[in-house]
């Protein structure tokens, strides 16, 4: 099995990217009013997770607006969250031009997260190629399978916590899989679902750990303490709509065969792209790739 295909997550990116000098004000604005922060540096950590990994073939996802099938499970999904700041707007289609300039393909789906397609790609492309996906999100640990691995971002560009399948149950004590259920009792603050008040981290890994699913749980729930059969049977409807939520889908109706996300890198379109954007820094890795015969 020769194909390597690297998933990327442009949101997580392109996110982490832009509030990393955003904080200082530091926007890099071109002549043209375009701030450019938050694009090059999602640049640098796709073309660093390039040279890293050196995929043969690579596809970048994104969501394609904030509402999605999550919304009309429950309205206040990623309620929490805020506008997008003014300085970030732009940079999301430049963001996908300059990865298409890249010769590499974007992918998108309406009524879907990044995450959705990521785990839909996996799931079709596994069969014949190793995957590994590039994430600062942990809800994506729960693809990891023999052929599907995750590379977490950590602190700084090209640093990277890259998990199979054997080093999360070997941390976790539970299949991937469950870690669905796992973020169903627990819930999720930065996603705004609710999973069961009162049940915790710790508690909800405690309970997967002994149990393995939640539906074992509920009928083992005469075990639990009594506080806990009654914050159990409180959140029992909060618990059914958290799992729909926490689970990424691996069924979104795309089309994207894998020969058409062959790497198809041309240095000098690239550098013409970088030019007219003036984006900075970026042309020196496209350079250096090619030299590696990567591109």
């Known amino acids: 099995m020769n194909k390597h295909v690297l998933l990327v997550d442009g949101m997580a990116l392109l996110f982490r990217s832009f509030y990393a000098t955003a904080v200082h004000r530091n926007f890099m604005i071109n002549d043209r009013g375009v701030p450019t922060n938050g694009v090059n540096g999602y640049l640098k950590h796709l073309l660093t997770a390039v040279q890293t990994f050196e995929p043969t073939h690579i596809v970048c996802c994104w969501d394609m607006g904030s509402q999605t099938y999550r919304n009309e499970l429950f309205q206040d999904y990623k309620a929490n969250r805020g506008e997008a700041p003014v300085e970030l707007i732009p940079q999301f289609d430049l963001a996908k031009e300059a990865t298409e300039e890249l010769g590499i393909m974007n992918i998108g789906v309406k009524g879907f997260e990044a995450d959705d397609c990521i785990g839909t790609l996996a799931s079709i ?121 926490a689970e990424i889908k691996c069924d979104v109706p795309l089309s994207c065969p894998i020969d058409e996300t062959k790497i198809k890198m041309d240095p000098e379109r690239a550098a013409a792209m970088l030019r007219l954007h003036q984006i900075k820094g970026i042309e020196p890795m496209v350079n250096r790739l090619s030299q590696l015969g990567i591109s």
């Open 125 to 245: 492309y596994q069969n014949e190629a190793h995957v590994t996906v590039l994430t600062g999100d942990k809800d994506l640990l729960q693809i990891l399978n023999e052929q599907v691995t995750v590379a977490l971002m950590q602190k700084g560009i090209g640093n990277y916590k890259h998990y199979t399948k054997a080093l999360f149950e070997e941390e976790m004590g539970i299949s991937p899989k469950a870690l669905i259920d796992m973020k169903a009792l627990m819930g999720d603050a930065s996603d705004n679902y609710p999973g069961v008040k009162g049940i915790g981290e710790k508690t909800a890994l405690k309970f997967i750990q002994t149990y393995q699913t939640i539906d074992r749980l509920l009928e083992n729930v005469h075990a639990l303490t009594a506080a806990q059969q009654k914050k159990m049977q409180a959140g029992l409807e909060d618990l059914k709509l958290s799992r729909i939520l």
